[in-house]
C-alpha cells in the first residue's frame, strides 16, 4: 500500500485548504490555496499552519486538527 504524501520523486500542482466548524458542527471559515509545484506532504503540513494560524487570529484556542 502506497502512502499518499509519496509522490515518486514527481511532484505536482497543489493546494492547501481547510474547513473550521465549532464544537457544535456549525460551519465558521473555510479557505482554500493554490500554492505551485510541490508534494502533498507539504500541503499537508501547510494546512495544519494555516489553521493555527487562523484560530490564533480569531482567538480560537481549542483545535481538533
Known sequence: MQHKWLSNGSPSHVVYEGLLR?????FLICFTYKIGIYNVLFSE????????KVAHKKGWHYLWV
Open 22 to 26: 465549532d464544537t457544535s458542527a456549525t
Open 45 to 52: 503540513l501547510m494546512d495544519v499552519i494555516i489553521v493555527i
